[in-house]
């Protein structure tokens, strides 16, 4: 019999029975999640199954991130819902300031093996640990919550190989940005992808949240990383080392298709508008002029992500035609940001941090662009609309990108920075 | 019957329930006026109840908001055609009971008028007099649909098993 795949491995230990890749089993969900978009509609549809409580409240959270703090009347009474939701069912409930579900999840909840569903479409980030985090809607959560079950598709894998040394000024923002515009935004629909190579062996947890979290902009189900020693030492210094295992795919499980990525010849990336998958490289963009640079987000809001970018803005002042707002993923982030100096840097240098939390990317608040206003943003995502205005133009790039681009005002090649 | 509404390829959840409206997601009936606005200004204030979305590739690409498959169920849409669907919209189709129709959709032209029969697994253009088949779904979300989705579902059964 074959070997086993990463996915195949943990969806078998939570379904009771041994499975491979198509079949379609029911599993037991080891953590829920939602956030304030998503979660009142999930709390409706649980009140309409006749289930109001959840079937383990400590591993359920609500997240408010994604208008936090809220800019409307109609955002905070959703939020006082979710919040005496949880309050009356002992659900988790992590309050406005405390930051984005998924790096909150990284930092306490997830663990290698878990399997994950979120009420957001980036849970995959927590593949970032070896855990088979996926996005799904709030009904299908509703239903996770409230039985602790959900079905799935075991999905075939693609295996991405990524060996090399990356580039100065090229990060895994890049390498996820080079195989999305190479394999399209729904090149991957239904799969899984498995990151492994040399490159991916020396990623941080945090480079390695980037990729996952965007495996999804592929159509992807899960973005999944081997738990290494890399793991152990992120979940020791966030204080829960206990729940470190290793797990991989066996040597002869079966891939449905195996990717090579060269980092080496990578250079800094962009995504162009409106859609993900329009990726060019930096020398091919031209003078584009930037009103707004964006840094922050699920993607690349995290502590490596704002020191790249301090240490490109050190010492400099931002063009005076470009605002730049920086938004750390998490209080955790916020505060090692604020203690080490970056945030202090970044501030220096002309940029205003708001509250951690999803911020200008899901266009409800914090950096609605105007008509015909062109962004620079780290986030995972361009599509037309997506920052609140169908009028206005979003590009995606690293953090250096965005560091370059702010002292520019227009796109900028950070190599010529640094 | 119902008329289609064409739409092209990569139509993602930022089109269909725009994120400036963020503040109505507590309020479906107001958020379905602006259903598909992003893709096509003409289609909330004109579509009619048993009309077709009819699209390309990769329909709801992005967010998992399930408001999108919502308000567009909301304002009557019989069906969604599309050649391919992102993962987590067509579940979100299932769940709440809109059917989510992988067909070939270049030869259903805008204004063709449409019938559907699900059990046949057949489109049927009226105005061109053409039939297009589609596959049976998977049995688990052919049963999720035919209960009228996974609420219905969880209501009268009390649990996943299917």
Same mark, same amino acid.
């Given at each position: 019999?074959a070997?086993?795949t990463?996915?195949?491995k943990?969806i ?18 080891d953590?829920s999640?939602?956030?304030d978009?998503t979660?009142?509609l ?9 289930i109001?409580?959840a079937h383990?409240p ?8 994604h208008a ?6 109609e955002?905070?009474?959703d939020?006082e819902?979710?919040r005496?939701f949880a ?12 930051g ?14 878990d ?5 957001d479409?980036?849970t995959?980030?927590?593949g970032?640990l070896?855990?088979f ?7 299908d959560v509703?239903?996770a919550i ?9 999905p075939?894998?693609f295996?991405?190989?990524v060996n090399g040394?990356?580039?100065k000024?090229?990060y895994s923002?890049?390498i ?5 515009g190479k ?8 799969k899984a992808?498995?990151?492994?190579g040399?490159?991916?062996?020396s990623?941080t947890?945090?480079g ?6 965007m ?5 992807? &189900?899960? =973005?999944l990383f081997?738990?290494d020693g *890399?793991?152990?030492n992120?979940?020791? @210094?966030m +204080?829960?080392?206990?729940v ?10 079966v891939?449905?298709?195996?990717i090579?990525?060269n980092?080496g ?6 995504a162009?508008?409106h859609?993900v ?6 020398s091919?963009i031209?003078q ?6 964006f840094i922050?987000?699920?993607c690349?809001?995290?502590l490596?992500d704002?020191?790249?970018a301090?240490?490109i803005?050190k010492?400099h002042?931002i ?11 998490s209080?955790?982030?916020y505060?090692e940001a604020l &203690?080490? =100096?970056t945030?202090?840097?970044?501030? *220096?240098?002309?940029a205003l941090?708001? @509250?951690s +939390?999803c911020g200008?990317?899901?266009?409800v608040?914090l950096?609605?662009l105007?008509?015909?206003?062109v962004?620079?943003a ?12 169908p009028?206005s133009?979003?590009?995606l790039?690293?953090p250096a990108?965005a ?5 520019a005002g227009e796109?900028s ?6 | 019957m119902?008329?289609?509404?064409k739409?092209g390829?990569?139509i993602s959840?930022d089109l269909?329930?725009?994120?400036r409206?963020?503040h ?11 259903v598909?606005e992003?893709?096509?200004?003409d289609?909330?204030p ?9 699209a390309?590739?990769?329909f709801g690409l992005?967010?998992s908001r399930e408001?999108?498959?919502t308000?567009i ?8 055609l599309a050649?391919?669907?992102?993962r987590i919209?067509?579940?979100n189709c ?6 989510a ?9 805008e ?5 559907l029969?699900?059990e046949?697994g057949v489109?049927?253009?009226k ?11 998977p049995?688990?979300m052919?049963?999720?649909l035919?209960e009228?989705?996974l609420?219905a579902y969880?209501k009268a059964?009390k649990?996943?098993?299917?």
């Open positions: 019999m070997g086993k990463l996915s195949e943990i078998t230990e939570h379904c009771g029975k041994v499975v491979k890749s198509g079949e379609v089993v029911i599993v037991n969900v953590l999640y939602v956030q978009g979660g009142p999930t709390v409706r549809r649980m009140k309409e199954m006749g109001e409580k383990n400590k591993k359920t959270v609500f997240f408010l991130d936090s703090p809220s800019p409307r009347m955002l905070s009474n939020h819902f979710l005496d309050r009356k069912t002992g659900i988790i409930l992590s309050d406005v300031g405390n984005i579900s998924h790096h909150n999840s990284l930092e306490k909840y997830a663990c290698p093996g399997i994950i569903v979120g009420a479409s980036h995959c980030t927590n970032a070896g855990a985090g996926t996005g799904m809607g709030s009904t509703a239903a409230a039985l602790g079950k959900t079905w799935m598709k075991v075939e894998t295996l991405v190989e040394r990356l580039p000024g090229v923002k890049d996820i940005l080079h195989l999305i394999i399209s935004s729904n090149g991957a629909t239904y992808l498995e990151f492994t040399s490159t991916i062996d990623l947890t945090a390695r949240s980037t990729i996952a979290n495996s999804v902009e592929a159509g992807a &189900k899960a =973005g081997r738990p *890399e793991t152990r992120f979940l020791k @210094a +204080g829960r080392e206990e470190f295992r290793e797990l991989k795919s066996d040597e002869d499980a891939f449905e298709k195996r090579e990525i980092a010849e990578l250079e800094p990336l962009i162009c508008p859609l998958d329009n990726v060019k490289k930096i091919e031209g584009v002029k930037v009103d707004e640079v922050g987000t699920s690349n809001g995290r490596e704002l020191h790249i301090a240490s803005m010492g002042i063009h005076p035609g470009t605002r730049v707002i920086v938004t750390p993923a209080r955790l982030v505060l &203690k080490d =100096g945030i202090e840097t970044l501030m *220096e240098a002309g941090v708001t @509250a +939390g200008a990317c899901d266009g608040h950096g609605v105007g008509d015909g206003e962004c620079l780290t986030q995972p995502r361009n599509f037309k609309g997506r920052m609140g205005n009028n133009f979003i590009y790039g690293n990108v560091a370059a681009t702010a002292l796109i090649d950070p190599r010529e920075v640094m | 119902g008329k289609a509404w739409f390829d990569s959840t269909i329930a725009p994120g409206y963020f109505l997601r507590s309020n479906l009936p107001e958020l379905a006026k602006h598909l992003g893709a096509r200004a289609f909330a004109q579509v009619r109840s048993g009309d077709f979305v009819v390309g590739e990769n992005g967010s408001h999108a498959p308000i169920k909301i304002v009557g849409v019989r069906a969604v050649k391919s669907f992102a919209f067509y579940r299932i769940n709440i009971g809109l059917p129709i992988t067909c070939d959709t270049d030869k259903i032209d204004g063709d008028e449409l019938e029969d699900m046949k489109v049927k253009n105005t061109k007099g053409t039939e297009t088949t589609f596959p049976p779904l049995a688990v052919n049963r999720i035919q009228g989705g609420v969880i059964h649990t996943l098993e299917i």
